[in-house]
């Protein structure tokens, strides 16, 4: 009962946040909306017993990546936004089109008897040592792949963004 | 006991609503922020699949999610800000030609 | 009946150290006006009472009754969220701190924890992953800094909030860097476990044997800058930016950004005195000393006793470097933050690695 108390509470906050990403005209709200999600989703880790990775969502998701995209809406004082001819034409197109997307998807998942066991609260937890055993030894080699891919995101970075001399 | 579809629909939820912002909107840096939101949904699916079948391996797929995204995030922003610095607007639908 | 006890009590818990917390921080002002007084050969709040001791209250009726000034062109919003976030977030971290180990009140065992529970065999059970929720909460808090700046549409807080912002993710890095080696010491994320592996009298701390003294010196560097004091305050310096950005608050909302800045004080106090300095344990401890003949209870707040003292250095430290050095230019600051500490903490984590990976193997 709890469980489904608090599963509803942080999805509802996750859809709203979501929704008030796409009904925002300025990209700041669109923003902290998305913080807001990210926190929800940090909870609905929490729920899932997924407690290293909730706490990296927060730290990684919401405090470092969500800030740079502030940091640039900050910057570049991006204004509120504008309906132009190419927008109005893709709203008739496109909702349709997303009703139709998100119905397939969710007949497909709620049909299926294996997706209809639940989930009890505390059975599983992932814990840190358990994912760092994972990481180290079975997924070693896309462990160091992804640090050769960070450093060149951040030699590109700093490449991208120089003024010209 | 919360059934595992709950949370898989409401990944799935999440994931059209980043693809509805995605074609909707038009200033750039919120197209990005639907990026973000459609990896978080994913992230989402991953971890819910983990504990289903009690298998860590969902948890280390969303570390390199996340670390992908932050990767993509920080060279998408400097392409925004390069792109700004030329046109003057972060408007999609005012960057569609290839010269000025 | 039974759980409704339980919650009775964790609400009281609850109430009582943020209470405690709160007035800690409104007499730490008063502590450091007191002290940076004297640094300055002169005498600090001394009309308001004994010692100037009911200053802070007084401080607290202005704070109260001042006009509260809304500017033009500000996004309300932003405006009334940005310190509300601010404060919220300096107190949430209180919850995972442990100050001790169990209370026992009629009958009842309580930990001395917001976030521990009480197993059935008597341990105490706090987050497995404490420190990374504390470094999650330090990297939120940086939001309310950067939507301060941003909504109260003037230069100088814009300017001030960028670079209180941009300072404070740069030293994130270091902070959590530096506490990875004690990481590895102990084997644990969980607050609770790691100081228990410093139990001992106080060389078996985290700084002595530990091994951890430049992880300490790291640390407590990043934490100056992550919390804004001097000497990294050039966001918020009086005399370089109006007051940088909280420029345009009054009344209530500055004094909740003041209270905000002195509890992320109190956590970054906290988290080294639990991480370096062997938390709650007594320095004197397992060297065959008597214990007082004390009465239970009296004796369970005895470890709380030797928390808020070791707490109490912390603050006396903060202030005293307040009073002592000036502040940094803040391409000084970057570069140390990025250039210095960051491959220096790195290092440390290479060279405690080694150290473990050889005791486990001889």
């Given amino acids: 009962m709890v469980h489904h108390l608090l599963f509803f509470v942080f999805a509802a906050l996750a859809v709203g946040g979501a929704l008030n990403l796409l009904v925002q005209k300025h990209p700041i709200s669109s923003a902290l909306s998305l913080i807001l999600v990210m926190g929800s989703l940090a909870l609905l880790y929490l729920l899932l017993g997924a407690e290293f990775v909730a706490a990296i969502q927060i730290i990684v998701y919401a405090g470092a990546i969500m800030v740079l995209f502030v940091f640039v809406i900050m910057l570049l004082n991006a204004g509120e936004e504008e309906h132009t001819k190419g927008s109005r034409f893709v709203m008739v197109f496109g909702i349709p089109a997303v009703a139709v997307l998100v119905g397939m998807i969710v007949y497909v998942l709620a049909n299926r008897s294996q997706m209809n066991t639940g989930i009890e609260l505390g059975a599983f937890v992932g814990s840190t040592s358990g994912v760092a055993n994972l990481l180290f030894k079975e997924f070693l080699l896309p462990f160091e792949v992804t640090s050769v891919l960070i450093l060149i995101a951040i030699m590109g970075a700093v490449v991208l963004a120089r003024r010209e001399p | ?100 | 009946m039974d759980s409704l006890i339980n919650l009775a009590f964790f609400l009281l818990k609850i109430l009582i150290i943020t209470h405690v917390l709160l007035g800690a921080v409104a007499y730490t002002v008063w502590l450091e006006r007191k002290v940076i007084g004297h640094m300055q050969n002169r005498w600090g709040p001394t009309r308001v009472g004994w010692f100037g001791l009911l200053q802070p209250i007084a401080d607290g009726i202005k704070f109260i009754l001042k006009e509260d000034l809304l500017p033009p062109g500000v996004n309300k919003f932003f405006f009334l969220l940005a310190p509300l976030l601010a404060v919220a977030l300096g107190l949430t971290s209180l919850a995972l701190i442990p100050f001790g180990e169990t209370v026992t009140i009629f009958g009842r065992v309580i930990p001395m924890q917001i976030s521990g529970i009480l197993a059935s065999n008597g341990t105490v059970y706090d987050p497995g992953v404490g420190l990374l929720i504390i470094l999650g909460i330090t990297s939120i808090g940086v939001y309310g800094i950067a939507l301060s700046g941003w909504s109260s549409n003037s230069k100088y807080s814009l300017l001030g909030s960028l670079r209180a912002t941009a300072q404070m993710i740069s030293y994130e890095l270091a902070l959590g860097l530096s506490l990875v080696g004690v990481i590895i010491m102990s084997g644990t994320l969980s607050l609770r476990e790691i100081v228990n592996s410093q139990a001992g009298p106080f060389w078996h701390w985290n700084f002595f044997l530990g091994g951890q003294f430049v992880a300490f010196f790291i640390y407590l560097t990043s934490a100056f800058a992550e919390t804004n004091r001097i000497p990294f305050d050039l966001p918020e310096a009086e005399t370089e930016l109006v007051a940088g950005y909280h420029t345009e608050y009054s009344a209530m909302k500055f004094a909740m950004f003041f209270m905000a800045e002195y509890a992320n004080m109190f956590t970054a106090a906290s988290v080294a005195t639990l991480l370096f300095l062997g938390g709650w344990h007594s320095p004197f401890e397992g060297l065959g000393i008597p214990a007082l003949p004390l009465p239970a209870i009296v004796a369970s707040f005895v470890p709380v006793f030797w928390f808020a003292f070791k707490l109490f250095l912390f603050i006396f430290l903060y202030i005293w470097i307040r009073g002592t050095l000036p502040r940094f230019r803040y391409d000084q600051l970057m570069a140390f933050g990025w250039k210095f500490l960051l491959p220096l903490a790195i290092a440390n984590i290479v060279v405690t690695s080694a150290i473990v990976a050889l005791r486990a193997h001889s």
């Fill in chain 2, 1 to 100: 006991m919360v059934p595992v579809s709950y949370y898989l629909v409401l990944s799935a939820i999440l994931f059209t609503i980043g693809v509805a912002a995605f074609l909707f909107k038009r200033n750039i840096i919120t197209i990005f922020m639907s990026i973000e939101l459609m990896l978080n949904a994913v992230n989402l699916s991953f971890v819910a699949f983990a504990n289903l079948h009690h298998d860590l391996s969902g948890h280390v797929f969303v570390f390199f999610v996340m670390v992908v995204a932050a990767a993509e995030a920080a060279v998408g922003l400097a392409i925004i800000i390069a792109v700004f610095r030329t046109r003057e607007t972060l408007n999609v639908d005012r960057v569609n030609l290839l010269k000025l």
